[in-house]
Every structure is written in C-alpha cells, then in structure tokens.
C-alpha cells in the first residue's frame, strides 16, 4: 500500500520561510518523479514543482514559473522523503500544499495532476501578516 504523509505547514509572515515534508511509504521515491501542488479554497490544484527520480547523471527538477527561484525541491533517499524549501513566501501562496507520485516515465516534466498515481491528504499552509 501506497502512503504519502505531507508535514510542515503553518503559519508564516509573507516574506518567510517553510520547508514541507512529504514521507512515502510503499514506494522508494528514487524510483518515482515526486511532484508538489498547491490548492486554494475555489481554486483547481496548481503544479508548483516536481522532482524526477534519480539518473546516473543527476536528478532533473522543474517549477512553475510563479515559484521559480524561491522554492527548491529536494530528496532524502535514506529516509524516503521530499521535501519543498519554501522562501519569500506570498499571501497568494496560501493554500493546501499536497506532494504526489507519478508513475509516469515519459512526458517530462509532469505538470498534470492527472499524472500522478498516489497523493498525500495536504497540509495547510497560510501567509499572512
């Protein structure tokens, strides 16, 4: 069975810092590209960034334009986690934030909810002063 358990969110100040924690359970995230999206009330799930599974000659990343440059992306493979640096951080940037896995090989980068098999149950995150 398939686990993925989000943490880390909260309360910040706009202008702060937050680093989310996905854990997986069920699944070696080496093996798998490990996405992060964002969800605000009335709002569609938004791409944020995805990580892709480790290559011989590195590890490919990809952000949404709006996130480009303040958040990072990273994997622990000991402890089979994501994690998603968050800096800067922007009173329109409130929302759920969700990581999810992709079983998917081809089509990089996977920007596409569809694309992804299994999903964490979010944790919230707010921005305001």
């Known amino acids: 069975q398939v686990q993925l358990v989000e943490s880390g969110g909260g309360l910040v100040q706009p202008g702060d810092s937050l680093r989310l924690s996905c854990s997986v359970s069920?699944?070696?995230?080496?093996?798998?590209?490990m996405g992060w999206f964002r969800q605000a009330p009335g709002k569609e799930r938004e791409f944020v960034s995805v990580?892709?599974?480790?290559?011989?000659?590195?590890?490919?990343?990809y952000y949404a334009d709006s996130v480009k440059g303040r958040f990072t992306t990273s994997r622990d493979n000991a402890k089979n986690r994501v994690y998603l640096q968050m800096n800067g951080m922007k009173p329109e940037e409130t929302a759920v934030y969700y990581c999810?896995?992709?079983?998917?090989?081809?089509?990089?980068?996977?920007?596409?909810?569809?694309?992804?098999?299994?999903w964490g149950q979010g944790t919230q995150v707010t921005v305001s002063s």
């Open positions: 069920g699944r070696t995230v080496s093996n798998f590209r």
């Open positions: 999810g896995l992709s079983m998917t090989m081809g089509d990089w980068p996977a920007t596409l909810a569809m694309q992804y098999a299994y």
């Open positions: 990580l892709d599974r480790d290559r011989r000659d590195g590890c490919n990343t």
